[in-house]
């Protein structure tokens, strides 16, 4: 008669590793999805470097430039178009796919307007054109973020998606504050080796003295 192994006949290898690595192997085999916390902190880092830059030029330069405004408008556009060819994008964002082509509205007012049209228009479109950048590139990384994480506008309370905007106000009201002041910590040659203008009221760096012997 054979003597008795203290083990279970049908206990697998597989069971009695998962049995000696106890608790904490159970655990690591777990794959944990990503928190509502950490995807709106992937969103909100996104945003501050979208919008960090044409804050900066609006403050240095006193506008935004071209290839911002029109860099808006290709990412807009082809988000609205994912977001109707998506059925599940389109049901999820509804009537707000319609903010997407507040771009398109713009360059249509900028192309019909002229410089004989007056100042008034051509002021209006301006301004039309600042706060698409500083508020609709938000808003569009928004909706993008709701098509990626279809849960994320539930997941997060609304304290957190107001303190995500502030972040991001906070960043572009610094980065304009930082390009109004760019002359105190940036010099002429800065902007240029950069491959930029040089913005009104830079300081070209003083040339060091020649040593004499």
Not at 35 to 56: D, E, K, N, T
Not at 191 to 204: A, D, L
């Amino acid at each position: 008669m054979s003597e008795p192994t203290g083990q279970p006949a049908d206990a697998s290898p597989s069971a009695a590793a998962g049995a000696a690595g106890g608790p904490a192997a159970s655990r690591a085999r777990v794959k944990r999805a990503p928190l509502p916390h950490q995807s709106l902190g992937v969103i909100v880092v996104g945003m501050s470097l979208a919008v960090w830059w044409p804050a900066f030029t609006l403050g240095a330069w006193g506008e935004i430039f071209f290839d911002t405004l029109l860099r808006v408008w290709v990412a807009a556009t082809a988000a609205f178009f994912v977001v109707v060819v998506v059925r599940a994008a389109r049901r999820r964002i509804g009537w707000r796919v319609l903010t997407l082509l507040l771009p398109t509205v713009w360059l249509v007012l900028s192309i019909a307007v002229d410089s004989d049209s007056g100042e008034l228009w051509v002021a209006l479109v301006s301004l039309a054109g600042i706060l698409l950048v500083i508020l609709g590139i938000p808003l569009m990384i928004w909706v993008l973020a709701r098509v990626i994480w279809p849960d994320i506008s539930d997941t997060v309370p609304f304290r957190g998606k107001v303190l995500a905007l502030g972040i991001v106000l906070l960043i572009a009201v610094g980065s304009f504050v930082l390009g109004a002041n760019q002359s105190r910590f940036l010099t002429c040659e800065d902007f240029s080796i950069s491959g930029n203008s040089e913005p009104p009221g830079c300081v070209h760096d003083t040339p060091a003295p020649l040593s004499t012997p």
